[in-house]
């Protein structure tokens, strides 16, 4: 039979705590990507898609953190959150391209029914909201780098540390400007791909290669605006540093 495969996403990456995503090329391979994340529904539910390329299916708010229509057999979570609240994040994450589902188990007394009444409406309001979505295209403006590189080598020696904060400090100035914003992989990162964007977040990408650096000065020479953080460019493409940062022409400093 004809059946779609992906990856599980609790398995596949746990971000903050160091360890790799799913491989990048294991997502692409796969029919669609799931995730399995609570809370941030909409920063996992752009970033897995920019990286994967493809449809993604995700966790609607609920369990440790929004505690909405999850009980394990030995625990009893109140309802902590509104049902406008929950609507919000589920609507965030419809608009980031990604299909929420939610797994409900039972409680004791043998129904949730509490949470079922919570979402069926905004579950209603999703397939409403269906035709208008249905092989919708983002609109294109800005672009934030994930660099798998980075994660990889820059973070190697220091396994607590993260990029995952400067990602999602950056996709939370967006959110907050009401800027749409895409994610794109350092595999992904050629002439080609940037001058789909008007402007390019590198927030912290400390390594480049450099057939990268001279992709994305050309980008700036043809136009294109970056906004870079902290040590980008600093590194090789084998995490050691330099003299000085590679895109030195693109920033205008040494």
């Given amino acids: 039979p004809d059946l779609p495969v992906s990856i599980h996403g609790q398995g596949a990456f746990f971000i903050d705590m160091g360890n790799f995503f ?13 995730w399995e994340w ?11 898609r920019g990286l994967s390329h493809k449809p993604t299916l995700g966790h609607a708010p609920y369990g440790s953190e929004f505690q909405v229509g999850y009980w ?16 919000a994040v589920v609507s965030g994450m419809v608009a980031h391209g990604c299909r929420p589902i939610m797994l ?31 092989d919708a295209a983002p609109f294109l403006y800005a672009a934030i780098v994930y660099s798998d590189a980075t994660k990889t080598y820059y973070y190697r020696h220091d396994p607590e540390r993260s990029l995952v904060p400067s990602l999602r400090g950056a996709f939370d100035v967006f959110q907050r400007l009401h800027v749409p914003v895409e994610f794109l992989c350092d595999l992904d990162l050629d002439l080609e791909n940037l001058k789909k964007f008007k402007l390019v977040v590198l927030p912290n990408t400390a390594v480049l290669t450099k057939p990268q650096v001279q992709a994305i000065t050309q980008y700036v020479r043809e136009g294109g ?20 940062f590679a895109l030195s022409e693109v920033f205008g400093l040494r």
């Fill in 38 to 48: 609570y809370g941030d529904e909409l920063f996992y539910s752009a970033l897995l």
């Fill in 104 to 134: 409900l188990d039972f409680s004791p007394d043998g129904s949730p029914k509490d949470s079922v009444s919570l979402m069926e409406p905004i579950y209603r309001a999703v397939k409403e909201k269906q035709q208008y979505i249905q």
């Fill in 22 to 34: 799913a491989p990048l090329n294991a997502l692409r391979l796969s029919d669609f990507a799931y």
């Fill in 72 to 87: 394990p057999a030995s625990h009893q979570y109140p309802l902590s959150y509104s049902g406008d609240y929950i609507n």
């Fill in 225 to 244: 605006s970056i906004l870079a953080t902290y040590e980008t460019s600093l590194y090789d493409e084998l995490g050691e540093i330099q003299g000085n």
